[in-house]
């Protein structure tokens, strides 16, 4: 009785939400297509219209970019994934336990460089190279703390 009450919750929780849609009529998701990464500078697209943008038209201009540097990178074979923000994460969250004046740093430093990149190329694990980032600043203050309590 118990697997099945487990079952029964896990249809529940994964199955039933996929089917509901479909069963009331919602259409499926569309992928979005990749538009050129040229016409969406925010200079070009405001010389087009020959006005400034508003604030939500320049949200939706960025939400656009993303959506196109996503779909960009979909088409490619191999997904460049952030290396240096998962290094980052994995040297904060081993430093808080051992070695922390070594890891903390270094932790630091590697999720310093996977935000960057993060940034500056539209890589995915933002939020996991923030982490690393405050997972180091946490290690090695805590590490100093204990070796300046010997």
């Known amino acids: 009785m118990k697997h099945a009450l487990t079952y029964l919750c896990y249809f529940l929780l994964f199955l039933l939400p996929l089917s509901v849609p479909a069963a009331i009529g919602v259409p499926a998701p569309v992928a979005v297509e990749a538009l050129p990464t040229a016409s ?4 070009d697209v405001e010389a087009s219209l020959g006005r400034k943008l508003t604030f939500r038209e320049r949200i939706a201009l960025g939400i656009a970019k993303r959506q ?20 980052g994460f994995v040297c904060g969250v081993v430093g808080l336990f051992v070695f922390g004046v070594i890891l903390g740093p270094l932790a630091v430093v590697f999720s310093a460089i996977g935000l960057g990149k993060a940034r500056r190329e539209g890589l995915p694990l933002k939020g996991l190279a923030v ?20």
Do not use: F, K, P, Y
């Open 68 to 87: 196109s540097r996503r779909a960009d990178s979909a088409q490619g074979e191999v997904s460049q994934g952030n290396g240096m923000a998962v290094a």
């Open 131 to 150: 982490a690393g980032l405050i997972l180091g600043i946490v290690g090695t203050i805590g590490a100093l703390i204990v070796i300046a309590s010997l």
């Open 40 to 43: 969406l500078d925010r200079h």
